[in-house]
């Protein structure tokens, strides 16, 4: 069994990625140990609140962290996805990155009004895409109840770009 912090230290920064000038923060090592990965699911689903109805897992690391947090709390799974993926789109939303701009999509009638969500992501940087989601889900009707990420980097400030939202990360760097 890996502990938590042992965990986190198998995140790699990779300087100038994907483009010069930033600082990437690689969770694949950490994904390719089944005990460090183990011990990040289980401590992200035991910090939800316990009146979470959904987690909304944002494309593509989110995935890897979402679903098994969906299926630790016993809660719905919605994907948000990059465009084109979807067959029925409820809504979407174009936001900037650190190094660009993107968009996200809502999947159709999957997230009923009134559901309290958890936005899942690896990491929360400049708060764009993270910001866009909590957008998307409170345009459906819904409540974002938290964002749980596995690291913030305060030094780009992405939580003062999601609205007040309370933000659990596992380490703050």
Not at 17 to 22: D, N, R
Not at 49 to 59: C, M, Q, S, T, W
Not at 82 to 93: E, H
Not at 108 to 116: K, N
């Amino acid at each position: 069994m890996t502990d938590l912090a042992a965990a986190l230290e198998l995140v790699r920064t990779v300087p100038d990625f994907p483009e010069p000038g930033v600082q990437f923060r690689d969770l694949n090592p950490l994904f390719a140990s089944a005990p460090a990965f183990r011990a990040v699911i289980d401590e992200m689903a035991a910090r939800l609140p316990a009146d979470v109805d959904a987690i909304a897992a944002v494309e593509a690391r989110g995935f890897l962290l979402g679903a098994p947090v969906a299926v630790a709390r016993g809660c719905a799974l919605v994907p948000i996805r990059k465009p084109g993926k979807l067959p029925v789109v409820a809504d979407r939303v174009d936001y900037a990155l650190e190094y660009g701009t993107a968009t996200l999509e809502l999947p159709g009638g999957v997230l009923p009004a009134g559901a309290r969500v958890a936005v899942v992501d690896d990491v929360l940087a400049t708060g764009g895409t993270v910001g866009g989601v909590c957008e998307l889900i409170e345009r459906a009707g819904a409540t974002v109840s938290v964002v749980s990420v596995v690291l913030e980097l305060a030094a780009l400030s992405g939580r003062d770009r999601v609205g007040g939202q309370e933000i659990q990360a596992l380490r703050v760097i």
